[in-house]
């Protein structure tokens, strides 16, 4: 009998010292996928070699992804931010508009052509872009 309390007695005293449950689960966060980071990384190389201060006087192309002041000029009106060319030096920045077009665009071989321009020439760009992203093993496109 002294046994059968002292097991109740510590059952009670194991249930009153353990922590609450919880009613909801725990998932641990993992490192966060940006399917368009390769096409990034490979025009950076393409267009400056990777090199964040790089500029184009013939273009007036500024930074790691050479950005023109018409593509400032349109990033602003569409995300009421107010960004300057000499900005684009800054990678973050120039990450940040690379990004924002290629989430609306989606399509890889879209985000790489609209990215150089318009026309036949955004063909031979998307060209070289794919031979960066196979050079890197990247299997995107």
């Known amino acids: ?3 059968a309390i002292f097991i109740i007695l510590l059952f009670f005293a194991w249930r009153v010292s353990s922590a609450p449950g919880r009613a909801e689960m725990y998932l641990p966060m993992g490192k966060v ?3 368009y980071e390769c096409l990034f990384k490979a ?3 393409y267009e400056s070699r990777n ?3 790089a500029y ?3 273009e007036n192309a500024v930074g790691i992804t050479q950005i023109r002041p018409i593509r400032i000029l349109d990033y602003n009106i ?3 931010k107010n960004y ?3 900005e684009m030096y ?3 920045k120039s990450r940040e508009i690379f990004m924002y077009y290629a989430q609306k665009l989606e399509n890889p071989e879209l985000i790489i052509r609209k990215w150089n321009g318009s026309g036949e020439k955004t063909y031979e760009y998307l060209k070289e872009i794919q031979k960066i992203i196979d050079r890197n093993q990247i299997n995107f496109l």
């Open 33 to 35: 996928i940006n399917p």
């Open 56 to 58: 184009n006087e013939k």
């Open 51 to 53: 090199d964040s201060n």
């Open 43 to 45: 025009i950076c190389e």
């Open 90 to 92: 800054d990678v973050s």
């Open 78 to 80: 569409r995300t009421g």
């Open 1 to 3: 009998m002294k046994r």
């Open 84 to 86: 300057q060319l000499e």
